[in-house]
């Protein structure tokens, strides 16, 4: 086979491999939307699950998808905003750098399942928080941190070295020219990292089964004290989210209509991935112009 | 035997001359005692010894690589986190290449403008103003002045005055130099450090900054690094040629332009150098 | 209104707010740097004390759990030693791994060319968004999807249950597929494009400079991918579980019943007593776990000292 057959060949081959991973790839959009759009409605985003009958919700699931993740973010930001600036701004090249990077590395390769399983152990057993909210927050922070912390080194990056200098040679110390200077700067690119980590934060499911568990407890929406027991804020009460629950009630088998319930959920977590996509690209564009435009 | 009226203006020449302003009877507000840089292992500057004389602009000049870059951000302290530098620097009498002296206090005495001009990402007044504010300035009265005088005294007034709510980036090349300009001077310097100032700037643009630096002499010890021996000639009145790493002629800037007494500087001035 | 050098020098010596705000700085941004570390530290810790008591305390045979074919911890054996044989689990997970990454990596590669070499306007346009969208769709929404499109497929098809390493492998070749084509995709974007402009200048074709330099230049970076896809599929919990068929027996054929050591897991750990023979032994597969993924770890960091030496 002459070297021009073989080119035509071999392009029309990654034509087809290109065309099949796009097909697969619509395919799986395609299925979650057709199957779960139609489970759709303002009944199934608040009524609560039921466990034996037909015709449950997701609406507590929903909401602790959302307080976990609000409360993860709290605790991983700065955490994640703290280590990046130290890595990126102060950090010398020496074996205590490179210790802690190797550090960090390791936890975003561990397993989620791994990072859950510790999290059982050391809050819900040890620590004798028992399957909460809290726990689960936790867990998903350790999750979080070093794709987050990773995400604020690039963006710190991005900034141009000589805006440091200038803050610098104005007499300000580093670490007012970081906080005052290349935050503020690095502020659209942040942001898209934190919303896109947000996304995965969402529909995480290993780190919280044996963490924030797997019972949605009845919730009292009148009820804002977070001391009582019923009351949505309440950050000790058992919380499984939306992506839990597709899991449990796939395994248990128990609810009659679990295949309609799991296509709406995973509807559900598509389109709010989809929609943490848009608002990243979205706002970091939006605010770089604003910061930039004349 | 008698040698070729060249080789004896050669053999003539020194290997080194420095006139210290001082020796002129100017006041002196910074001056390097025996300084040395290095970068790790390798010597960067030999031996700095210069004296910058009070309300005059001084040029460095030499060719890439010479040290004068180095040597002025050793000025400040710039390159503490990237050098060693030995030596005294004098300020006014105190050394400031003392571990226990507050860099971020000098620094605000001792400012500097860089090559390539870096406005921050925030409005022409907040360019201005933040650092003020940093420092307790929080007055409205008292930052719309020192902005309006920083802007003037930087010739950029007239040009902004009336878009000060909008971002620094939208500045062309000489107006953004300018800005940072009037931004080093609001916190109220002693010393103004300029790093090769007007080299990413257009013709018309570098006439201006000249002027300008020309005005703020009056008010600053301006010491400037430039690759433009013309410039240099244009504005300054004392001279320092740099080559690896040394001083080898400090002298009015009439004289190192007319009358070099070293073979280097006088290759260099008249461009037969290398 | 000249100062003394004394005076002066007193005013410079004085720590400014800067300076203070400077060491404040510093401290606050590396106690979050340890609070990391920190981290990293108690969940090896934790995970290694919890999993290697099956050893110390109960005296299991290290070589008789990685070789054992038996799970049955609440069993002992006709020596009277509990059946803690997790090589099924481990054959499982390798199992499901290796064929995932098999069939992922043409695919992805072939895709990430697509899109870097041969079509990068329009192709590149519509592959980059999608891609990047389901690089993060939750692994249960595709463990769902398997439950519901391909274990039935798989069971009209070949028989059986149609749960096993065959429908694992499946949900999993797709859920690596979209990582393992957005970092190949980098790694091709990283070669220079000289590099092509010279082999085509040299009167190679299209397919040839893309085989014989893009590809040998990107080998480094496209492997640390494949890896890097790997490494998820091997510590991918729910998605595998919901369709692997939690059998702890030797897989016979890739459409029968198996399990994984995530799959184990994660329906073990609730079911057992802290502290018990059966609770520790279920630990011990946490800590093979933990282990593989400080292994590939370690691979995709030679891999990458390699690249750069070359």
Redesign the interface.
Same mark, same amino acid.
């Given at each position: 086979m002459n070297?021009?057959r073989?080119?035509k060949v071999?392009?029309g081959?990654?034509?087809g491999?290109?065309g099949?991973?796009?097909l697969?790839?619509?395919a799986?959009?395609g299925?979650?939307l057709v199957?779960g759009v139609p489970q759709l409605s303002w009944h199934f985003l608040t009524a609560p699950a039921k466990a034996f009958t037909k015709g449950g919700g997701v609406g507590i699931q929903l909401f602790n998808s959302f307080y976990l993740l609000i409360l993860a973010m709290l605790i991983s930001f700065?955490?994640?905003?703290?280590?990046a600036?130290?890595?990126y701004?102060?950090a010398k090249d020496n074996w205590v750098t490179n210790?802690?990077r190797t550090?960090?590395?390791?936890?975003s390769?561990?397993?989620?399942?791994?990072?859950g399983?510790?999290g059982?152990?050391?809050f819900v057993?040890k620590l004798n928080m028992g399957f909460s909210i809290l726990s689960g927050a936790f867990a998903l922070t350790?999750f979080n941190?070093?794709l987050l912390?990773r995400s604020i080194e690039d963006s710190l990056r991005t900034i141009?070295p000589?805006?440091r200098?200038?803050?610098?040679?104005?007499?300000?110390?580093?670490?007012?020219t970081?906080?005052?200077?290349i935050l503020?700067?690095a502020v659209p690119s942040i942001l898209t990292g934190f919303i896109?980590s947000a996304?995965?934060v969402?529909?995480?499911?290993?780190a919280l089964?044996?963490t924030a568990g797997q019972s949605a407890p009845a919730l009292n929406f009148a009820d804002w004290n977070p001391f009582n027991i019923s009351s949505p804020l309440n950050p000790m009460r058992p919380a499984e989210t939306l992506?839990?629950h597709?899991?449990k009630i796939?395994?248990e088998g128990i609810m009659p209509d679990a295949?309609a319930i799991?296509?709406g959920a995973?509807a559900v977590?598509?389109i709010a991935?989809?929609l943490?996509?848009l608002a990243a690209r979205y706002l970091g564009k939006r605010l770089y112009k604003r910061?930039?435009?004349? | 035997m008698f040698m070729s009226s060249d080789v004896q203006r050669r053999t003539a020449m020194q290997e080194r001359h420095v006139t210290q302003p001082h020796e002129a009877g100017h006041p002196i507000v910074l001056a390097t005692e025996d300084l040395h840089v290095y970068y790790g292992s390798k010597e960067a500057i030999f031996e700095g010894d210069l004296q910058f004389a009070q309300n005059q602009i001084t040029a460095l000049i030499g060719p890439s690589g010479s040290g004068k870059s180095t040597y002025l951000r050793s000025l400040?302290r710039?390159n503490d986190r990237i050098a060693t530098v030995k030596g005294r620097i004098m300020y006014r009498g105190v050394d400031i290449n003392q571990p226990d002296i507050d860099v971020?206090?000098?620094?605000?005495?001792v400012?500097?403008?860089?090559q390539?001009p870096?406005?921050?990402?925030?409005s022409i007044y907040d360019n201005i103003a933040?650092?003020l504010r940093?420092?307790g300035v929080t007055a409205k009265t008292k930052l719309d002045e020192i902005v309006e005088t920083s802007l003037r005294q930087a010739a950029l007034w007239e040009q902004v005055k009336d878009?000060l709510d909008?971002?620094a980036?939208?500045l062309s090349g000489g107006q953004a130099q300018r800005l940072?300009i009037a931004?080093?001077i609001a916190?109220k310097p002693d010393i103004l450090l300029l790093d090769e100032p007007a080299s990413a700037l257009d013709p018309v643009s570098t006439s201006q900054l000249e002027d300008t630096l020309l005005k703020l002499k009056q008010h600053y010890t301006i010491i400037i690094v430039t690759h433009n021996m013309q410039q240099a000639a244009r504005i300054s009145e004392y001279t320092a040629f740099f080559n690896q790493g040394r001083v080898l002629e400090y002298d009015t800037t009439s004289q190192i332009f007319t009358n070099p007494q070293v073979q280097v500087t006088s290759d260099y001035v008249s461009g037969n150098f290398g | 209104m000249t100062k003394s050098p004394e005076q002066l020098e007193h005013e410079l010596k004085r720590r400014?707010k800067? =300076?203070k705000?400077?060491i404040?700085?510093?401290v606050?941004?590396?106690? =979050?740097?340890i +609070? +990391?570390?920190a981290?990293?530290? =108690? !969940?090896?810790g934790?995970?290694a004390s919890?999993g290697l008591a099956t050893f110390t305390t109960n005296h299991v045979n290290l070589w008789s759990f990685l070789s054992g074919k038996d799970w049955n911890p609440s069993i002992t054996d006709a020596h009277g030693k509990p059946e803690v044989g997790a090589l099924s689990m481990i054959v499982g997970s390798f199992l499901i791994t290796i064929l995932s990454a098999l069939v992922a990596t043409?695919?992805?590669i072939?895709?990430a060319?697509?899109?870097n070499e041969?079509?990068p306007g329009k192709?590149a346009k !519509?592959?980059q968004p999608?891609?990047?969208?389901?690089v993060? !769709?939750?692994?249960?929404?595709y463990?769902?999807?398997g439950?519901?499109?391909i274990v039935p497929f798989t069971r009209a098809t070949f028989g059986g249950s149609g749960f096993g390493i065959l429908s694992g492998t499946c949900v999993l070749f797709?859920m690596i597929?979209?990582t393992v084509?957005s970092m190949s995709a980098d790694a091709l974007r990283a070669v220079p494009r000289y590099y092509r402009e010279a082999s085509l200048a040299l009167g190679?074709?299209?397919?040839?400079t +893309?085989?014989k330099v893009v590809l040998r230049a990107a080998t480094p970076g496209l492997m640390t991918a494949v890896v890097f896809g790997m490494?998820r599929a091997?510590?991918?919990?729910?998605a595998v579980?919901?369709v692997v068929g939690n059998a702890a027996l030797m897989p016979h054929s890739l459409v029968d019943p198996a399990a994984t050591l995530?799959s184990v897991?994660?329906?073990g +750990?609730?079911n057992t007593v802290?502290g018990s023979l059966q609770n520790n032994a279920l630990?011990s597969l946490?800590l093979v776990?933990?282990v593989m993924?400080?292994v590939?770890?370690l691979i !995709?960091r030679l891999i990458g000292r390699k690249g750069r030496l070359q």
């Open positions: 070297a021009k073989q080119n071999a392009i081959t990654l034509y491999i290109a099949l991973v796009v697969i790839l619509l799986l959009l299925y979650i199957s700065p955490i994640a905003l703290g280590s600036i130290y890595l701004e102060y210790t802690v550090a960090i590395e390791i936890l390769s561990l397993p989620s399942v791994v990072v399983l510790f059982f152990l050391f057993v350790f941190l070093p912390t141009d000589q805006q200098e200038g803050g610098l040679a104005l007499g300000l110390s580093r670490w007012e970081i906080t005052r200077v503020p700067a896109l996304g995965r969402f529909g995480e499911a290993a089964i044996y992506a839990v597709i899991w796939n395994s295949k799991s296509s995973s977590l598509v991935i989809l943490f996509n910061l930039t435009s004349a | 400040n710039m971020y206090e000098m620094r605000r005495r400012g500097m403008v860089f390539r870096n406005p921050f990402a925030k933040f650092a940093l420092r878009d909008k971002s980036l939208a940072c931004r080093a916190v | 400014s800067a =300076a705000l400077e404040w700085g510093r606050v941004s590396f106690t =979050a740097l +609070i +990391i570390a981290v990293v530290v =108690a !969940i090896i934790f995970v919890k043409p695919f992805a072939g895709t060319v697509f899109m041969i079509s192709g !519509i592959l999608v891609t990047e969208l389901l993060g !769709i939750p692994s249960v929404v463990g769902f999807i439950l519901s499109v797709v597929l979209p084509t190679a074709t299209q397919w040839q +893309i085989y490494a091997f510590g991918e919990a729910l579980q919901m995530t897991l994660t329906t +750990i609730g802290m630990w946490a776990l933990l993924s400080l590939f770890n !995709i």
